[in-house]
């Protein structure tokens, strides 16, 4: 059903939700697992541009996608990652259009109707942007 599953991380705890959730669902599935981190600072959204070298957080960020990918790997899954840069939503779209997921998969924080009015989120912007499945999981609070 699910053959390539997008996993957007932060980079946070919240992960651990959301790669729990979903290593059930792609083992049912066979899906290969594609994972992405947004760098969405001033730094990564303009660095090639200013022909900047990468900052110690993009760095670290890609170390944390691989680590995570092989972790993946060695519990049997095809597992791949992005280290992407610049607006969140449109990052996570692009890499699940180039990689043709037919599922994008992320944890969401819950903030509350009122709050995301106000601030946004990138789950809500990723689920009206796209024509791919999203499916939501809620961090513990």
Do not use: W
């Amino acid at each position: 059903m699910y053959r390539t599953i997008l996993i957007p991380l932060e980079n946070s705890p919240a992960d651990e939700t959301i790669l729990r959730h979903i290593r059930e669902l792609a083992r049912l599935c066979h899906s290969r697992l594609v994972l992405v981190h947004v760098a969405d600072g001033f730094a990564a959204r303009h660095q090639d541009e200013l022909n900047l070298e990468d900052s110690e957080e993009i760095r670290q960020d890609r170390v944390y996608l691989a680590q995570r990918a092989e972790e993946l790997s060695r519990d049997g899954f095809e597992a791949s990652f992005h280290l992407a840069r610049g607006d969140p939503a449109h990052e996570i779209i692009e890499v699940a259009r180039k990689e043709s997921c037919d599922l994008i998969a992320m944890a969401t924080h819950g903030h509350g109707l009122l709050k995301d009015a106000i601030l946004g989120t990138v789950a809500s912007d990723v689920r009206h942007r796209t024509d791919v499945p999203v499916l939501l999981v809620r961090v513990p609070a």
